[in-house]
């Protein structure tokens, strides 16, 4: 069984659907706002923007935070990507976008490599990003290893005609 269906991913739906799934798990919920592993300060699904120490939010408000931060994810891909996207594609990079900020992926060789068409090449650059605050952080990894996946779904499927079991 592949590590994304072992998640809960679905390997197939919409883009979105795909990203909060990928995000969702990977963030983690937290009503709370905490120091995250490099500490900066991060309430519900990983968001930073507003959170404060001593926050909390209901599950409502972190579902709407969540929504909030993935359309600026899926913009940011948008506004910075020139070629087109199969949905999975699309949702591996805005759960990049939504971890690693719009700023530094626009600065990134994998967007560079994606604009030129070196699919397979940009999204095995996922692979890179596995660092926090200067160390290799294990959840990274993980998330990177499904994000790569998702991003070279459609590739897969050219190459051996049909969905991956």
């Not at 700023?103 to 397979?120: E, H, Q, W």
């Not at 990003?129 to 779904?153: F, I, P, Q, S």
Request: charged share 25%; hydrophobic share 40%; glycine share 10%.
């Amino acid at each position: 069984m592949s590590l994304v269906k072992r998640l809960g991913i679905p390997a197939a739906g919409g883009a979105l659907a795909l990203a909060a799934a990928t995000v969702g798990h990977f963030e983690g919920k937290e009503l709370s706002a905490y120091r995250d592993a490099v500490g900066v300060v991060t309430i519900c699904y990983g968001h930073t923007a507003t959170a404060r120490i001593g926050q909390t939010h209901t599950d409502e408000e972190c579902e709407r935070l969540l929504k909030g931060d993935l359309g600026d994810a899926f913009d940011a891909v948008n506004r910075h990507v020139e070629v087109p996207l199969p949905p999975t594609r699309e949702a591996a990079l805005a759960s990049f976008v939504y971890n690693v900020g719009p700023g530094a992926f626009s600065r990134s060789t994998l967007l560079r490599r994606l604009n030129a068409g070196k699919v397979v090449e940009a999204c095995h650059e996922l692979s890179r990003w596995t660092y926090a605050g200067g160390k290799r952080l294990a959840g990274l990894v993980k998330r990177r290893d499904v994000e790569r996946w998702l991003c070279l779904y459609d590739e897969y499927i050219h190459v051996v005609g049909g969905a991956d079991e």
